[in-house]
């Protein structure tokens, strides 16, 4: 009960920090700077969360391969950051996807290392609100969230949705709600990005099972409000049936509203497959997907309801990782975000 408390105390604070937040005005610029930032934002990060934490399980890794910082710093300011990251992979300082999760132990050359997911985090991330993978290979990570991360995947997201002129397409999102803070959090991103949700579906279980979790989803939208955030609250889905949110869309598009889908991606194929059974027509609608690979078969039963599909995809650990142009429309494709 008290470790209850405490996370939504936290929830509180940080929605009211997030609403609070300036808004960047410059997102372009933003992301500009940062990718002609990258080396030296790289080596002040090796700089404080490695080599001045020797507990750091990548200081070990930089140790058995004999690379001080100043052996970093040169290579890098000598050759760039690509070719040394290289480099480095070849030299052992790298992690596999069950070292990182620490689902088994670090070898190189014959030495061993135990460590476990927690151990990577950065120790220099005070934030409030947090995101957590979603599991499928492991228990899940909850990794947490600083305000200038906020900031920077807003700033992220604002780039990748202009280019869907989004001045005249309801936005419509299925998410998540307690006890993840991802609808949430994105909700209030949205809102404060000026483009909230027209609609936000969730998919959560009964009332009688989940009733404490809606409360405080309720309590802390209502936060976001009182604070100026135009944050909307979420339409709860029937269990295993998504055709509310096919029968919202084609509502809009009798309208002349063609929407934007911000969903996973096997939702919107779930969608799109209860607007085909409904005879409903939901075409041109723009599906923005993440959380699993768009395959092809995804893709056929979007593109038969007429919808345009595109991925996206994402870690919680890292962030962004690809995201979509209008160009992309074939495949799972993305682009590499540096």
Known sequence: MLREASYYSRMTLGVYRLARLPLENDAPGLVRR???NRESNFLDLMHRVVFANPSNPYYT???????????????????????TLESLRKGGVYLAHDEFKGKRAIERSGRQMVVKSDDFANPLVKGLLHTTSGGSRSRGTTTWR????????EAQTRVLLAQ????????????SILPSDGGIRLAVQAARRGLPYEKWFAVGGSFRASGHYRTVTK?????????????????????????????????RHSNGARCLLWAGASQGVRVAAAAAEQGLDIS????????????????????????EAYARYGISELGQVGVPCRQMNHGNTVHFCR
């Open 284 to 307: 041109g609608t723009t599906c923005v997907l993440g959380g699993e690979a768009l395959t092809e078969a995804k893709r056929e039963v979007l593109e038969a309801s007429g919808c």
């Open 146 to 153: 600083s305000l200038e991360f906020q900031i920077y995947r």
């Open 219 to 251: 309590f802390l939208l209502l936060e976001a409000r009182m604070l100026g955030v135009p944050v909307q609250f979420p339409t709860y889905l029937p269990h295993n049936d998504y055709s509310p949110v096919a029968r919202w869309i084609a509502r």
């Open 61 to 83: 890794l930089f140790q058995w391969a004999g690379c001080t910082y100043g052996d970093l710093e040169r290579a890098v300011r000598t050759n760039g950051l690509e070719p």
């Open 164 to 175: 869907f002129d989004l001045s005249r397409r309801p936005i419509v999102g299925i998410r």
């Open 34 to 36: 940062m990718i002609e």
